[in-house]
C-alpha cells in the first residue's frame, strides 16, 4: 500500500511533523507537490489569501495521486484557518470516490478547525477522511515522536494503510 504526505510549510513546523510521521512508514514525501507557492507570489500575498480564504497560484512536480492508496494532507495555521496553498492544493484535486485522506495542521494551540475545514473540501470532492489531528507547535520540540506517536495511536493510521 503506498501513502504520500503532501504538506505546507513556512516557519518549518508543519515540515518537521511531516519528516517525523515518515520516519514510522515508507511513505514518499513530496514536498514539491503541496504545491509550493511560486516565487512570484510572496509571504503577503499568501497571508491575506489565508486570511480571505482565498485560493493562491500554486506550482507542483507532478506526481499521479491514483498511484497512492492514502493521502495524509499538513497545514500550518494561520489566523485560525489553513494555509490558502494547501487549499489551492485541495481545490485543485479532481473527485476522488473512495480515496482515503488524514488531515493534520500545527498551530501554536492545536486548534482543529483548520484541519476541519481541509477535511470538509475534500469530502466535498468526494474523498472519504479516516480523521483529522491538530499538533500544538509549542510541544514540538521536547515532545515531537510523543505527539506523532499520538497522531498514530489516535487514528488508527497503521491499520488504515494496510
Known amino acids: 500500500m503506498k501513502a504520500l504526505i503532501v504538506y505546507y510549510t513556512m516557519g518549518g513546523s508543519t515540515g518537521i511533523v511531516t519528516k517525523e510521521i515518515k520516519k514510522h512508514f515508507n511513505f514518499n514525501v513530496w514536498e514539491a507537490g503541496i504545491r509550493r507557492v511560486k516565487a512570484k507570489t510572496n509571504f503577503i500575498k499568501v497571508l491575506f489569501n489565508t486570511l480571505l480564504s482565498k485560493p493562491v497560484e500554486i506550482g507542483h512536480g507532478k506526481c499521479n495521486l491514483d498511484e497512492y492508496d492514502i493521502i495524509l494532507i499538513g497545514t500550518p495555521v494561520w489566523a485560525g484557518k489553513p494555509n490558502a496553498a494547501v487549499l489551492a492544493f485541495v481545490d485543485s484535486l479532481p473527485d476522488y470516490k473512495d480515496k482515503k485522506f488524514i488531515c493534520f495542521s500545527v498551530s501554536l494551540f492545536g486548534q482543529n478547525k483548520a484541519a476541519e475545514i481541509i477535511s ?42 494496510q
Do not use: H, M, R
Request: hydrophobic share 40%.
Open 120 to 161: 470538509n473540501a475534500i469530502t466535498e470532492k468526494k474523498g472519504t477522511v479516516i480523521g483529522t489531528y491538530s499538533f500544538k507547535a509549542k510541544n514540538l520540540k521536547k515532545n515531537l515522536q510523543d505527539e506523532v506517536e499520538k497522531f498514530l495511536d489516535i487514528l488508527n493510521v497503521l491499520e488504515a494503510v
